[in-house]
Nanobody, 123 residues
Framework: QVQLVESGGGLVQPGGSLRLSCAAS????????MGWYRQALGKQRELVAS???????NFADSVEGRATISRDNAKNTMSLQMNSLKPDDTAVYYC?????????????????WGQGTQVTVSS
């Protein structure tokens, strides 16, 4: 089995910063694409940022210039640093990863999600 665990959410004042972390565990052979998504109350889940195993990065327009994404392939971890936070950034943030893992003598691949971490931007 593969598990993704997020940490780092909380209450932040407008203009503040936070850092979210995601750790993947299990019988992981490799992780291709990793990403952060968020879902605000009453809205659809949306991509915030993604990073490939080779370091190719994409950001949503809404966070471009305010966010940094990084990963450690050796540790199967990923981080998202967000600055100049706005009330519109309030959402549950989810870690996502496309993982290849071993089960028996075979490799399998699948998309996995963390349980989510709440980020609230408010004064």
């Amino acid at each position: 089995q593969v598990q993704l665990v997020e940490s780092g959410g909380g209450l932040v004042q407008p203009g503040g910063s936070l850092r979210l972390s995601c750790a993947a565990s299990g019988s992981i052979s490799s992780i291709n694409r990793m990403g952060w998504y968020r879902q605000a109350l009453g809205k659809q889940r949306e991509l915030v940022a993604s990073i490939s195993s080779g370091g190719n990065i994409n950001f949503a327009d809404s966070v471009e210039g305010r966010a940094t994404i990084s990963r450690d392939n050796a540790k199967n971890t990923m981080s998202l640093q967000m600055n100049s936070l706005k009330p519109d950034d309030t959402a549950v943030y989810y870690c996502n990863a496309h993982v290849t893992y071993k089960f028996g003598d075979r490799d399998y691949s699948g998309d996995y999600w963390g349980q989510g971490t709440q980020v609230t931007v408010s004064s």
